[in-house]
């Protein structure tokens, strides 16, 4: 790949990973100390959907870059699905099947905290989905650095 062009897109995705990895331990802290009560389901709630707005810039960062254009309706589900594509003579894919799937799980629950007005959190789907968001952050930084390796190998 062309240095320059790879040296501004490493940066870039490395700079929005680290806020992926500031909200990861906003949750961590606050999971450590959790309480029921209302006013912490909706924080933690909160949280997750910023951290996958987080992952979800570190993907637009990559469509923008390697020009994958992506509109409608379905923006956000066509945006993960296109980051486990490994497009062939431009990119390798950014996603495991198994780390797309858990991003998949906090996609949902973003698209439902989103447009859930007036309608009352259920403190188990939240405590799987906290689950799911603590497991999330090796695994896609292995992914990623698997991204950016390859990349770097390509001329």
Request: charged share 30%; net charge negative; glycine share 4%.
């Given at each position: 790949?062309?240095?320059?062009?790879f040296v501004l897109?490493?940066?870039?995705?490395?700079?929005?990973y680290r806020m992926v990895q500031r909200i990861d331990d906003r949750i961590r802290q606050r999971?450590?100390?959790y309480k029921n009560t209302p006013e912490n389901l909706d924080s933690m709630a909160y949280q997750i959907h910023n951290l996958f707005g987080?992952?979800?810039?570190?993907?637009?960062?990559?469509a923008n870059?390697?020009?994958?254009?992506?509109?409608g309706a379905r923006y956000h589900a066509d945006l993960l699905r296109r980051?486990?594509?490994?497009?062939?003579?431009?990119?390798?894919?950014?996603?495991?099947?198994?780390t797309y799937e858990l991003l998949d799980e906090l996609r949902r629950f973003r698209h439902f905290f989103r447009h859930?007005?007036?309608?009352?959190?259920?403190?188990?789907?939240?405590?799987?989905?906290?689950q799911i968001a603590l497991q999330l952050v090796e695994p896609?930084?292995?992914?990623?650095e698997s991204f950016l390796a390859q990349l770097k190998s390509q001329p």
């Open positions: 790949m062309d240095n320059p062009a897109l490493e940066a870039e995705l490395r700079e929005s999971h450590a100390t987080a992952y979800e810039e570190c993907f637009q960062i990559i870059f390697f020009e994958n254009h992506i509109e980051m486990r594509l490994e497009i062939a003579g431009i990119r390798p894919a950014l996603l495991s099947e198994s859930a007005y007036g309608v009352e959190l259920d403190p188990e789907r939240v405590g799987k989905v906290v896609f930084q292995k992914d990623m």
